[in-house]
T-cell receptor, first 111, second 117 residues
Framework: DQQVKQNSPSLSVQEGRISILNCDYT??????FLWYKKYPAEGPTFLIS?????DKNEDGRFTVFLNKSAKHLSLHIVPSQPGDSAVYFC??????????FGSGTQLTVLP | DTGVSQDPRHKITKRGQNVTFRCDPI?????LYWYRQTLGQGPEFLTY????????KSRLLSDRFSAERPKGSFSTLEIQRTEQGDSAMYLC???????????????FGEGSRLTVL
């Protein structure tokens, strides 16, 4: 039972353009949603999060949008840079604060 | 402080052997988590501690797996009688409960890769 799904295993975009990564969830008890970035041979690093009471959170080039009715969130990266190339994991958490992760999307930003 | 530290980074063992991984969290972090990640998948929750108390274990954590955090600081994850299906990256993460309640953020180590031959 996958409670957090990332249906696109990979995404390629041109440098300077927008990257949009998508994530769907099924558990309505989740109250925080997070994005992590992972480079090879490193642990995941936190990127940005959003509370379930908000619909948008922005941090520099990164914006996360939450659509609770659709149980969908997305991460927008504008403008995309080659250094953004990594695996991006969507994660969600409830009151126990144990993260449930999606399977990840490999983002490749082409120079 | 240099972040969450895990040791060893890579362990190769033969099926049936026991292995132990160690995690040193960021100091003063009272929450410590263990996750397992296999190729092409996201990290899967195994267990977590609040100080020295183990509060939750996933059904993924079979009887061959045991985790401890004896003094509420470092933690160990032991796998007994390893099987080839245990081959994975084992990730440790820590956080302050207060920070978790605000943002949900966990701080991950670089992981310990287990290869069972």
């Amino acid at each position: 039972d996958q409670q957090v799904k990332q249906n696109s295993p990979s995404l390629s975009v041109q440098e300077g353009r927008i990257s949009i990564l998508n994530c769907d969830y099924t558990n309505s008890m989740f109250d925080y949603f997070l994005w992590y970035k992972k480079y090879p041979a490193e642990g995941p690093t936190f990127l940005i999060s959003i509370s379930s009471i908000k619909d948008k959170n922005e941090d520099g080039r990164f914006t996360v949008f939450l659509n609770k009715s659709a149980k969908h969130l997305s991460l927008h990266i504008v403008p995309s840079q080659p250094g953004d190339s990594a695996v991006y994991f969507c994660a969600a958490t409830g009151s126990a604060r144990q993260l449930t992760f999606g399977s990840g999307t490999q983002l490749t930003v082409l120079p | 402080d240099t972040g969450v530290s895990q040791d060893p980074r890579h362990k190769i063992t033969k099926r049936g052997q026991n292995v132990t991984f160690r995690c040193d969290p960021i100091s003063e972090h009272n929450r410590l988590y263990w996750y397992r990640q296999t190729l092409g998948q996201g990290p899967e929750f195994l267990t977590y501690f609040q100080n020295e108390a183990q509060l939750e274990k996933s059904r993924l954590l079979s009887d061959r797996f045991s985790a401890e955090r004896p003094k509420g600081s470092f933690s160990t994850l032991e796998i007994q009688r390893t099987e080839q299906g245990d081959s994975a990256m084992y990730l440790c993460a820590s956080s302050l409960l207060s920070g978790l309640l605000n943002t949900g953020e966990l701080f991950f180590g670089e992981g310990s890769r287990l290869t069972v031959l």
